[in-house]
Each structure stands twice: as structure tokens, then as C-alpha cells.
């Protein structure tokens, strides 16, 4: 398995494709925004002509926008949409398909085509770090590696602040994580993204790498997290809250 | 416990006649308290250890949100050395509290890191800070002592270990486990220095601060608003958990804004 994680970019530029506007939702179509695909992403996002991913049946799509106020929704897709802030979003679609995305901003909203689809996984090097056969798990089974930019935390909603401290997350954590090699320290990790952990575990060691690879790919200075049960795993920008965090623990590692 | 603010009016309780509280006097936890943080001496930048602040500060009008939302939510500082076990540091009848309050804020910050609880030992730091006399010092040269060796626990050098005879073999290797690789020199005391502090404990960064009035030197651990609009620290002591509550205090703004102050921002990542 493989997680990508594909940028696009949102201008204000111009027009989306037209399409009917959903029920209950704002009924003017306007130059709210346009998604600028990267280069190895085919498509236009028409309906027609609708940008298409085979990289893998196992996405998150980060999508960027530079509007403020700009919602975004997928419809009819099995996805994990989380709201980082009012200019970006990211989430997580698991099933190859054909989807439209919905930009909501205010009174208006945009859409665009995309589809995925089932494509050969690449190399496994970057997953989720496995455990050792010397390694058993003694309180639970995950990995949480969360990484920040100590610089920038001034910019932080204060949500989002209190989730890096959060006592209830770290609670979660004690009874859900693996433990350290010490046999009793969770593997638990909140760490400056410019941190030498080496003297960690490998398992961190391999976490902290991928989020601090994939933040600088997104280009981020949010906080990063990065969970992995050995299986499956995620790593994306933290979520905004509290419960958001634990909500996504919980899909890793169990209520 | 009784809560102590510290402020205008009543600061002078704090320090006795004769540069020390003897331990009848109803501030020193039972025990004789000697003063030993002497003043900064180097201007900003001087320090090449710790940089000069690059962060921006949170205005004053987010305050009471920003200590609303940890409070409730049971993340301040407090709470997470509550949750890591880290109980009150005390100095006896040594004069380093320029070592306790660091040794402190590495335990601390290990554990908004998710490392291990260990109980480090001042006299680790202030011993070979102080040529192992029982003598005051600058904060810095503590800083400069945990940059390049660390602090080693209790296990192998007792908290108010003064002379090196107390150090066990071991100790010197088990102190590169726990060194601070980037700390924060706040700067000199001027009128933005209370933000740069307040922003800092608001974001889990505990402050190591030093006081000329009081020659002492505490861990800043939180923002309290004392009345509406009316800010203070809470700070940890090291005179023990007879202090204050459980060793921590209030200092309001006007005392409580430091003349010396530096962050950790990473201690080293390690379980032991």
C-alpha cells in the first residue's frame, strides 16, 4: 500500500465546469476559483475530460485554495474530508471511481471532475514502519508521530494549539499505542520537525521521516501527523481539533 | 494549599534581610532559602547557543481565549507535568536555583515530547556550572552546561548534589541523554518581553526566568488572568511542593515580567 499525496493549486482565475448546482447548496455557479493539476496528473477536470490519478486506489488529494471561505465537498464518494483551515483542505478517497468536487464560498461554488483509478502500487519503501518480530505490542498497536514547525506556531488557531498539548490525546495514545523499546513509554511523539531522533526507535525514526518528507512536499508549516498501525496508516496535515484527532486515531487504532 | 500572588504589593515577602529566608519565615517552605541567580550579564545574541526569538507573539486581546481553551480542555502545562508525574523541584539549602529551573523545564518539555518521565538533577548542572561550590550563577552558564553535556537524573547524581564526590560512575554518559539542542534567548527585558513570554507557555514551552529583585531564578509554566484583563504567570518554584500550591505561585505582570528569560524548544529524544 501507498499513500500519495497530490497538490493541486486553486486560483481565482476562472471557471469551472458548469454543472447543476446541489440541492440545499448556494445556486450560483461563479469565478470562485480553478484547480491547476500538476503535471502528472491528466485531465482538465470537465466532465468530460476529468483529471484522472493511477497512481494508486489509495489517495489524499490535498487540495489548496486561495480564497478565504472556500468549503470543499466531494460528492457521492467514500471520502474523509477534513477543513484544515478556511484556505485548504485535505481527504481521503478509497475506491477507484469518477468524482466531483465542490467548492463552496459563500453564495457561490465551483466544481470540478476527477477520477481514479486503479493503478500498480509503487515501491512500499516510504510505508508505515512494521513491527518487530522482538517488538510485541504491550498496550496497543499504533505509532503517532506528530511534528511541528516551532517557528510558526504563533499562526496556529488556538484549536488546533490545543491539540498538540491535549492531555486527552496523549491519554488515548497511552492505552492505544505500542510501547517503546523502554517497554513502558507509548510511541507517542510530538517533535520539532528538525529534531535528531535518532536515538529513537526505528519505528519513530521511519514515522518522523515520512512526515517530515511529506510536509515538506506539501510545502506546509502546519503540524503534522502521521499514525500508523503497522497496516494502514495516515499522514497528513493534524486535523484542526481535539476530537478531530482522536477521531482519527480511532479509525487506526480502535475505540 | 494557599495560592501566592506575587505583585507590587507584597513582593518584598518574598526576599529576606539578609539575602536569604530563613526557614521560620512563612515564603520558605520550612527550609533555608538562598538566592543564587545573578543577573544577565551578555546582550541579546551574544549566546550562540540559544538564538534570538523569530516567532511572532499573540496580541493581549487573545489571552483569555488562548488560557480558556487549555484550561478546560486540561493541556496546560500544569496538567501535563501533573499527567507526567513531575513533581516540585527543591533546592534546600543549595544556591541553584539557576539550575533547578532548567532541569526542570527539560523535564517538562520531555514530556510534551512523549518521552519518558525522568527526574533530573540540578546538582548535575550547577555543580560543575559553579566549579562544585554552593554559589550563584548566570542562567546561561547552566544553558551552556545542558547544550554541551546535559543534565544526568537522581540516579546518578543527587538533586543537591554540590561536590563531585556524589557522582556515579555513569553519570556523565547518562547526561548526554539529556540535553536541550535549541533553546530561545528571549533578550533583554523590554516592554514586548512579557508577550514573547506569554505566547511561549500559552504554545507548552516552559520559560526559564530570572528576577533581579528577587535574585532568583523559577519556570514559567502558564498564563493566568488574574482579574479581567490582568495577567500574571503561573511559575514553578523550586523551594518544594510546601510552596505556594503543590510549588507553583503567581507573579502578576509588572514583577512577574522577567529580566532573563530562555525557552527550550527540543531536549534531546530519548527514552532514558
Known amino acids: ?255 | 494549599m494557599p495560592v501566592i500572588v506575587i505583585d507590587e504589593s507584597n513582593w518584598r515577602e518574598q526576599i529576606g534581610d539578609h539575602g536569604k529566608l530563613d526557614a521560620d519565615h512563612p515564603q520558605s517552605g520550612g527550609a533555608e532559602r538562598l538566592f543564587g541567580c545573578r543577573p544577565r550579564v551578555s546582550a541579546a545574541g551574544s549566546l550562540k547557543f540559544a538564538a534570538a526569538p523569530t516567532f511572532d507573539v499573540y496580541p493581549r486581546t487573545e489571552f483569555s481565549s488562548r488560557i480558556k481553551d487549555l484550561v478546560q480542555s486540561e493541556s496546560t502545562l500544569r496538567h501535563i507535568s501533573q499527567r507526567a508525574g513531575i513533581r516540585s523541584k527543591d533546592q534546600a539549602n543549595t544556591n541553584y536555583c539557576h539550575a533547578n529551573s532548567p532541569a526542570l523545564a527539560i523535564e517538562i518539555l520531555r514530556a510534551t515530547q512523549g518521552e519518558s518521565h525522568v527526574v533530573l538533577s540540578p546538582g548535575s548542572i550547577g555543580g560543575p556550572v559553579t566549579g562544585y561550590r554552593n554559589d550563584g550563577a548566570v542562567i546561561e552558564d547552566d544553558l551552556r552546561q545542558i547544550v554541551e553535556f546535559g543534565a544526568a537524573t537522581v540516579d546518578f547524581v543527587p538533586a543537591n548534589q554540590v561536590s563531585k564526590s556524589g557522582w556515579k560512575p555513569g553519570a556523565v554518559e547518562n547526561a548526554a541523554l539529556h540535553k536541550v539542542t535549541h533553546w530561545w534567548d528571549l533578550g533583554d527585558k523590554d516592554d514586548q518581553m512579557f508577550l514573547r513570554c506569554a505566547t511561549l507557555v500559552l504554545q507548552g514551552i516552559p520559560v526559564c526566568v530570572g528576577y533581579n529583585w528577587w535574585s532568583h531564578a523559577v519556570t514559567l509554566t502558564g498564563l493566568v488572568e488574574i482579574s479581567s484583563g490582568k495577567f500574571g504567570f503561573e511559575f514553578r518554584n523550586s523551594w518544594g511542593a510546601s510552596y505556594g500550591d503543590d510549588g507553583y505561585g503567581i507573579l502578576a505582570e509588572g514583577k512577574g515580567t522577567p529580566d532573563s528569560a530562555y525557552a527550550p524548544r527540543q531536549a534531546t529524544a530519548s527514552l532514558k
Open chain 1, 1 to 255: 500500500m501507498r499513500w500519495c499525496v497530490a497538490l493541486f493549486c486553486l486560483s481565482a482565475a476562472s471557471l469551472w465546469a458548469a454543472d447543476p448546482a446541489p440541492v440545499g447548496s448556494p445556486t450560483s455557479e461563479q469565478d470562485l476559483s480553478v484547480l491547476v493539476a500538476p503535471k502528472e496528473v491528466s485531465g482538465t477536470g470537465k466532465k468530460l475530460d476529468p483529471y484522472v490519478f493511477t497512481i494508486s486506489t489509495r489517495c489524499i488529494l490535498r487540495l489548496t485554495g486561495q480564497n478565504t471561505g472556500v468549503v470543499f465537498d466531494v460528492d457521492d464518494a467514500p471520502s474523509d474530508i477534513e477543513i484544515i483551515d478556511n484556505r485548504y483542505a485535505s481527504f481521503s478517497l478509497y475506491e477507484p471511481g469518477l468524482y466531483q468536487l465542490t467548492a463552496h464560498g459563500g453564495s457561490v461554488y465551483s466544481k470540478v471532475w476527477f477520477q481514479i483509478k486503479t493503478g500498480t502500487d509503487p515501491p512500499p519503501e516510504p510505508g508505515p514502519p512494521q513491527p518487530r518480530p522482538d517488538h510485541k505490542p504491550v498496550v496497543g498497536k499504533l505509532w503517532v508521530v506528530i511534528v511541528k514547525d516551532g517557528a510558526h506556531l504563533t499562526q496556529l488557531p488556538s484549536s488546533q494549539m490545543q491539540a498538540l498539548l491535549s492531555t486527552k490525546i496523549r491519554d488515548y495514545c497511552s492505552t492505544h499505542c505500542l510501547a517503546g523499546t523502554d517497554g513502558k513509554t507509548p510511541e507517542f511523539k510530538v517533535y520539532d520537525k528538525d529534531t535528531d531522533v535518532s536515538q529513537q526507535s526505528p519505528a519513530i525514526q521511519k514515522a518522523f521521516k515520512m512526515a517530515v518528507d511529506d510536509m515538506a512536499k506539501a510545502g506546509s508549516n502546519a503540524p503534522w501527523l502521521t499514525v500508523s498501525n503497522g497496516k494502514t496508516g495516515y499522514s497528513g496535515p493534524l486535523p484542526l481539533t481535539e476530537t478531530a484527532v482522536i477521531e482519527k486515531l480511532k479509525i487506526y487504532g480502535g475505540p
